[in-house]
């Protein structure tokens, strides 16, 4: 079994940063990719930012540019860098983890969920 426990959300001014993270825990053999997805309200939850295991990203068009995913492969932990943050970012972010266990099986997990509001 695995877990991944977010942190770092919060309340930020527009222009302001912010850095969640998302630490992954378990009996983890290797993680494949890692994904931060968000939900404003009364949305669908869509994919912001990934990163595979040979550290190559993607960002959707939304937060390209002002985003920055990064992953700290020996702590099992991947960060969300977002810098000049707009109202229309305001989300629940999730993060998700494609991983493989000790046990060779390979799942995909989700965090609860780090709330960001970005208002003045």
């Known amino acids: 079994q695995v877990q991944l426990v977010e942190s770092g959300g919060g309340l930020v001014q527009p222009g302001g940063p912010l850095r969640p993270s998302c630490a992954a825990f378990g009996r983890i053999l290797s993680i494949n990719s890692l994904d931060w997805y968000r939900q404003a309200p009364g949305k669908q939850r869509v994919l912001a930012a990934n990163?595979?295991?040979?550290?190559?990203?993607n960002y959707a068009d939304s937060v390209e540019g002002r985003f920055t995913i990064s992953a700290d492969n020996a702590k099992n932990t991947v960060y969300l860098h977002m810098n000049s943050l707009k109202p229309e970012d305001t989300a629940v972010y999730y993060c998700?983890?494609?991983?493989?266990?000790?046990?060779?099986?390979?799942?995909?997990?989700w965090g609860r969920g780090t709330q960001v509001t970005v208002s003045s």
């Open positions: 998700h983890a494609d991983v493989t266990a000790i046990s060779r099986s390979r799942t995909d997990y």
């Open positions: 990163i595979g295991s040979s550290g190559s990203t």
